[in-house]
């Protein structure tokens, strides 16, 4: 089955700066890859995601890349603000989509 | 719509005892997922469902895990006998087929601890 594999666990950055999560993926028939934030306290919510047709993808402050040469793709956060500071889960996913694999997770603290 | 429904919020019970979790999905959703949150393993997926159906309970750790989902609004992961390493949260995710986005919609999870 597919494995995803998630860095770094935590990430601390100031206020301001970028910040950059990075997975990779086993299974070269994925061609699905989103990323979940998770608040604390809360559920994961859907932010950003991908298809293997696409390199990169841009929504505001966030952006997504992959290369699927290389099976890994990332997560680019710009302009952090205190409110990123979450859990960032990637995930892959194949066929119809539905059923993804998700990575182990990434701490993101926004220090103001 | 009010989202995802997942019932108990919170649930202490002693080993050896059956805990009982339940979900309801978002009405018209097709797909049912069932996770697992630790800190040590993140998000598992335990199992799915499409119209109902059973598609994958691969992730299922053991026999003392089973669900079910009787109807499309409804579904329940069931866990006997509880073990003190069953202890996390336990979410319940639901998707639509054909959807502009593929995202799953999580419900706010139920939180076990088994002493």
């Known amino acids: 089955g597919e494995n995803v594999e998630q860095h770094p666990s935590t990430l601390s950055v100031q206020e301001g700066d970028s910040a950059v999560i990075k997975c990779t993926y086993s299974d070269s028939a994925s061609n699905y890859f989103p990323w979940y934030k998770q608040e604390l306290g809360k559920r994961p919510q859907l932010i950003i995601d991908?298809?293997?047709?696409?390199g990169e993808k841009k929504d505001q402050r966030i952006a997504v890349t992959l290369n699927k040469t290389a099976k890994h793709f990332s997560l680019h956060i710009t302009e952090t603000q205190p409110e990123d500071s979450a859990v960032y889960f990637c995930?892959?996913?194949?066929?119809?989509?539905?059923?993804?694999?998700f990575g182990t997770g990434t701490k993101l603290q926004v220090i103001p | 719509d009010a989202g995802v429904i997942q019932s108990p919020r919170h649930e202490v019970t002693e080993m050896g005892q059956e805990v009982t979790l339940r979900c309801k999905p978002i009405?018209?959703?097709?797909?049912l997922f069932w996770y697992r949150q630790t800190m040590m393993r993140g998000l598992e997926l335990l199992i799915y469902?499409?119209?109902?159906?059973?598609?994958?309970d691969s992730g299922m750790p053991e026999d003392r895990f089973s669900a079910k989902m009787p109807n499309a609004s409804f579904s329940t992961l069931k866990i006997q006998p509880s073990e003190p390493r069953d202890s996390a949260v336990y979410f319940c995710?639901?998707?639509?087929?054909?959807?502009?986005?593929?995202?799953?919609?999580f419900g706010p999870g139920t939180r076990l601890t088994v002493t």
């Open positions: 009405s018209g959703h097709d797909y």
């Open positions: 995930a892959a996913g194949s066929g119809g989509y539905q059923k993804v694999t």
């Open positions: 995710a639901s998707s639509l087929t054909g959807a502009v986005r593929y995202e799953q919609y």
């Open positions: 991908i298809r293997s047709n696409v």
């Open positions: 469902f499409n119209n109902n159906v059973p598609i994958d």
